[in-house]
């Protein structure tokens, strides 16, 4: 199986500040990755997923954009964050057609 | 549209008390349906993966089956340590999942 990196844990950060979190696999090569956003009790929210490096399907329009500079990096950004941009973020990655593999999350706050 | 609904939203049993947690789902034509546990602040775990009614998969107090309309995920006398978020997800094509909204499963002692 593969193993999914994701930094920082937590980030509180003020309403019209930049943002930039990052994901990194290990354990496998060309995987699809996926940024999820969770809301408190309720399902997952695809965002982005990238199925080769600078391939960027965007699910939902919204203030954040997604890079994968790197087969096995994958990044979220925003220029300027909304307090809806509040949220739970996760970073998945797998080969199509089986499971996703799911980082541990970053609990975003925006003030 | 493809659509995943997962029941109940919670449920809560004594410990030893088995149970089923539900996930019916509307797709055109599945290709994967997918169970996951999540704890409290962390990212889901991946638990089975069933391709194909009549298929079961089992893990320790777990057993996961599917018809063709919907996966039920059967808590065979629970510990508190199975205490968790359970999601459901159905493959949309060839690349994502679609998520179930959860049920919230707590174990009492």
């Known amino acids: 199986s593969q193993t999914i990196h994701q930094w920082p844990a937590t980030l509180v950060q003020p309403v019209g500040s930049p943002l930039s979190l990052e994901c990194t696999v290990e354990g496998t090569s060309n995987p699809n990755l996926y940024w999820y956003r969770q809301a408190a009790g309720r399902g997952l929210q695809l965002l982005f997923y990238?199925?080769?490096?600078?391939?960027i399907s965007s699910e939902v329009p919204q203030n954040l954009s997604a890079s994968r500079p790197q087969d096995r990096q994958f990044i979220l950004s925003s220029k300027k964050l909304l307090l809806s941009d509040s949220g739970f973020y996760l970073c998945a990655g797998g080969l199509a057609g089986v499971e996703q593999y799911f980082g541990p999350g970053t609990r975003l706050t925006v003030t | 549209e493809d659509q995943v609904t997962q029941s109940p939203e919670a449920l809560r049993l004594q410990e030893g008390e088995s149970s089923s947690l539900n996930c019916s789902y509307t797709?055109?034509?599945?290709?994967?349906l997918f169970w996951y546990r999540q704890d409290p602040g962390k990212g889901p775990e991946f638990l089975f993966t069933?391709?194909?009614a009549g298929e079961e998969k089992e893990k320790e107090r777990l057993k996961a089956t599917l018809t063709k309309k919907e996966s039920f995920l059967h808590i065979t006398a629970p510990k508190p340590e199975d205490s968790a978020t359970y999601l459901c997800?159905?493959?949309?094509?060839?690349?994502?999942?679609?998520f179930g909204q959860g049920t919230r499963l707590t174990i009492n002692p």
């Open positions: 990238s199925v080769g490096i600078g391939q």
């Open positions: 797709v055109s034509g599945l290709r994967g």
């Open positions: 997800a159905v493959l949309q094509g060839a690349q994502k999942l679609v």
């Open positions: 069933l391709y194909s």
